[in-house]
């Protein structure tokens, strides 16, 4: 696994402050508030459950997927619910718990159908965050690292579902998705 990343961009301790820093806005900005952590699977349960250990106060969990991926590196476009929320969001202040924000698509989705719930707030908290490749206006409330403009795995982030349970996350070397595709 190692031998096919180019480059660590992020190591597992800049990933731990990151979260460190983020789970201690979040525990400062909702306190007394019915926070609902909402996850998309399946690239942001690792940073989910590391998340969740640094908020300081209570929060529910629960699980939608969404696919706006094949099998490759770049966004087809499409975005469909495979499985839905269990718990209702009438009343509760929505945080979405989202890995990376690339294009937007996703998100943009996500938060318009949520929204249509009828949930107090609805607010976005990303680990990695790719300004650069925006192509719908979505920002994230709370953003963790910025990334540049390439393709990463590891922490939870695949390709052709691999590499989720590298600790750290980096670069692929290119030629693992031209022989691969
Ligand atoms: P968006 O709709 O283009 O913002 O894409 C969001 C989703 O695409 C993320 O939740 C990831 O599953 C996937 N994605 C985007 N960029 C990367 C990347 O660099 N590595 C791995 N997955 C990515
Ligand atoms: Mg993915």
Known sequence: MQQDIREILFSQQQIAEAVRRLGA???????????????????AVVFLADLMREIKIPCS?????????GAGAKSSGVVKIVKD????????????????????RTLNYIIGLLESRGPSSI?????????????????????????????????GLDYNEKYRNLPYAGILRPEVYSSNN
Do not use: H, N
């Open 123 to 155: 607010k976005v908290c990303t680990l990695f965050d790719k300004p650069d490749s925006r192509e719908v206006p979505v920002t994230a409330d709370y953003s963790g690292l910025l990334v540049p403009d390439e393709f990463i795995v590891g922490y």
């Open 61 to 69: 969990i629960d699980f939608m997927s969404v696919s706006s991926y």
């Open 85 to 104: 929320l269990d718990i209702p969001l009438e009343g509760l202040d929505v945080l979405i718990v989202e890995d990376i924000l690339d294009s937007g």
């Open 25 to 43: 806005e979040i525990s400062r900005d909702y306190g007394g508030k019915k926070l609902m952590l909402v996850s998309v699977l399946k690239g």
